[in-house]
């Protein structure tokens, strides 16, 4: 899997109303159509509530 991109995850988040869970988060970037390796890292993101773009970030990275 290569290397998340932290423009490619806020454009796959684009839109998203939040706090969001993490089953809200998969679904907006699928909509916004991101790639596999986006929607693949949310998914395995813990099952909670995401304040804001920040705390995905933080989530994520």
Known sequence: ????????LQKA????NYPCDRDGLVAAARNNGADQNVVG???????QSYSGPDAVTKAVF
Do not use: D, F, W, Y
Request: glycine share 6%.
């Open 13 to 16: 988040l684009h839109g998203v």
């Open 41 to 47: 890292t949310l998914e395995k993101l813990p099952r």
């Open 1 to 8: 899997m290569s290397e998340l991109n932290p423009i490619a």
